[in-house]
């Protein structure tokens, strides 16, 4: 044959790499794929958590000079730019592979943490949060779909419960650095703060090392056409996982039969979401929204209500925040297993729904003045034990439920129109309910919350599948599969 000779490329392919990713056993290959993973939740908590507790501060002359609604409005700028980051390096990481933008997501995300430091006025401020949430929101498409194509499907629900779950880590984190860097005995308001922010930028440097272990997902590779590629990280992550001896059980099922994909067209996509998977479609935007609203309109402004509402100083917020971190971490370390065991749908309708009434109950002692701040924190504490497991799922469905070829854009399509739905307004929306003074104003703002969530859990209950111990081809097919 001629070096002109044209070599024939097989338009398909036969691979059994999602199955032999499902059968393997949990191992310390697995630990270092969380490790390496799941630091991204502890920035992001990192930082929402400095951007809630420096809130007040950033109030102070010395500091910032800023208002009740710049500082609200601050937190709508990070989270508008991790709408943009989310879409932008969503559609890339379908497009380029998850380890590439791995990089250059967090790359964006801890030199804007760096800037922010030297923030001197509203506007550099708030642009530099933006730059700060692109790259955050550019991680959780990258970073969800890597999760789910990586980890086995028997346990795949409680480890990415337990993964978003650090989000936590890094806001107990943040909020200790704030106990330190904010008291005037050690560091000058004007100073303490800006401490506080390169806290996420050396974090982020070293996460930059950590990533090295974490290989490109197989099952990507094998529908870009690349499956000698995936055959042989996954080969090589067997040869770990038993070098002590261990047997790997049979693959029972038939290979899977797919095209050779170079790219997913927008029409494709448009029709997947809004006609072949409409309820899907609609499921993820309810659970998206709604917590995103339950979220970002509380943690935002936690510190503004303790502050207005209660009169606790701004440098003694942290204590404050360290204990609700707490239980939001230990909420889906504790009931994540569950999602596994009971199931996707009955646990996901409990903690949306759950969550919903215990605000509504709260909001109804706020309103009558009969908590303290202690209990008020005691119930948002009991509120979000549960709540973070609900939010953690709601990542987990939509990144379960769509095809691989599309499965990061469709995480950060999710993502954005939740954010923007519940999560851009929200803490502005609130930011003006508290300067207002108005309890009655801030308890409908409560009200609302709740209501989303219990509507939420609705919605599960009518179009919420039973993903859990499924492979992800299972749940749905590749849009390359050939039967």
Request: hydrophobic share 50%; proline share 4%; net charge neutral.
């Amino acid at each position: 044959m001629s070096d002109l000779e044209e070599v024939a490329i097989p338009t398909w392919i036969e691979t059994n790499v999602p199955q032999r990713m499902d059968r393997l056993p949990w191992s310390r290959w697995h630990w270092l794929v969380v490790i390496g993973l799941g630091v991204t939740w502890i920035l992001d908590g990192l930082q929402v958590t400095l951007a809630g507790a420096i809130g007040a501060i950033l109030q102070n002359p010395k500091a910032l000079g800023l208002s009740a609604l710049e500082v609200g409005g601050s937190a709508s700028c990070y989270l508008s730019g991790a709408v943009v980051g989310a879409l932008v390096f969503g559609y890339a990481t379908d497009r380029f592979g998850r380890k590439k933008l791995f990089y250059i997501t967090l790359s964006v995300y801890l030199c804007a943490a760096a800037m922010t430091a030297f923030a001197w006025n509203f506007a550099s401020y708030a642009a530099f949060m933006a730059i700060a949430g692109a790259g955050i929101g550019g991680e959780y498409a990258a970073i969800n779909s890597a999760i789910d194509e990586l980890i086995p499907a028997r346990v795949r629900g409680q480890v990415d419960l337990v993964i978003n779950s650090t989000y936590w880590l890094g806001a107990m984190l943040g909020a200790a650095a704030t106990v330190f860097f904010l008291n005037e005995k050690y560091f000058p308001i004007w100073l303490g703060w800006r401490i506080s922010y390169g806290i996420g930028a050396i974090l982020g440097l070293g996460v930059l090392l950590i990533r090295h272990w974490v290989p490109e997902s197989p099952r990507w590779l094998m529908v870009h056409g690349r499956n000698d590629e995936a055959e042989a990280i996954v080969s090589s992550i067997e040869a770990q996982v038993t070098k002590g001896g261990a047997a790997l059980p049979d693959i029972e099922e038939k290979p899977l039969r797919i095209s050779i994909h170079t790219g997913t067209p927008w029409k494709q996509i448009f029709r997947t979401l809004f006609v072949d998977q409409r309820k899907r479609t609609l499921l993820g935007l309810v659970l998206m929204s709604s917590q995103a609203f339950f979220y970002n309109a509380i943690f935002f402004t936690y510190a503004l209500v303790l502050n207005r509402f209660y009169k606790v100083p701004a440098e003694s917020v942290s204590w404050y925040i360290l204990p609700f971190a707490l239980g939001n971490l230990l909420g889906p370390i504790l009931l994540g297993h569950f999602f596994d065991s009971i199931g996707r749908k009955p646990m996901i309708m409990a903690t949306y729904g759950i969550s919903g009434i215990l605000l509504a109950i709260t909001a109804v002692l706020f309103q009558y003045d009969m908590l303290t701040p202690m209990t008020q924190s005691i119930a948002w504490i009991a509120i979000f034990f549960v709540a973070s497991s609900a939010a953690s799922a709601a990542y987990l469905t939509v990144s379960e439920l769509f095809p691989l070829e599309m499965r990061a854009l469709a995480i950060a399509i999710f993502y954005a129109a939740g954010t923007l739905v519940g999560g851009v307004f929200a803490p502005s929306i609130f930011a003006s309910l508290i300067e207002s003074g108005s309890r009655s104003m801030l308890t409908m703002g409560y009200f609302a919350g709740a209501a989303l969530m219990i509507f939420a859990a609705v919605v599960e209950h009518f179009f919420g599948v039973a993903a859990e111990r499924k492979s992800l081809e299972t749940i749905s097919p590749p849009l390359s599969s050939q039967s």
